[in-house]
Nanobody, 120 residues
Framework: DVQLVESGGGSVQAGGSLRLACATS????????MAWFRQAPGKGREGVAT????????YYSDSVNGRFTISQDNAKNTRYLQMDSLKPEDTAMYYC??????????????WGQGTQVTVS
């Protein structure tokens, strides 16, 4: 079973930056959309950003547009979520996912283990 391996995250003060990484197999990396979702305690899962290799389209939710950016390293089959100008309301568990559609979390078939982001 193809895994998504997440890294990054941590604690930062408001206004700071963090970068999340999501590594996967070449097959998943080149064929499927990858997205990041987050879930704060007591709240539902929220889609924040997605990138699809077919068409090379990125999409960001209104809550992070202009602050978060997806980049990639093709040699490592890894995509990154660069998070700048972080706010306390960005605090959540962040999950990367692949093989799905847009920011519809129920459509995604593969999920990373999650990484905590805390902004104070």
């Amino acid at each position: 079973d193809v895994q998504l391996v997440e890294s990054g995250g941590g604690s930062v003060q408001a206004g700071g930056s963090l970068r999340l990484a999501c590594a996967t197999s070449e097959r998943v990396y080149v064929r499927h959309c990858m997205a990041w979702f987050r879930q704060a305690p007591g709240k539902g899962r929220e889609g924040v950003a997605t990138f699809c290799p077919v068409g090379k389209n990125s999409y960001y939710s209104d809550s992070v547009n202009g602050r978060f950016t997806i980049s990639q390293d093709n040699a490592k089959n890894t995509r990154y979520l660069q998070m700048d100008s972080l706010k306390p309301e960005d605090t959540a568990m962040y999950y990367c996912a692949a093989d799905g559609t847009g920011l519809l979390h129920r459509s995604y078939k593969r999920w990373g283990q999650g990484t905590q982001v805390t902004v104070s």
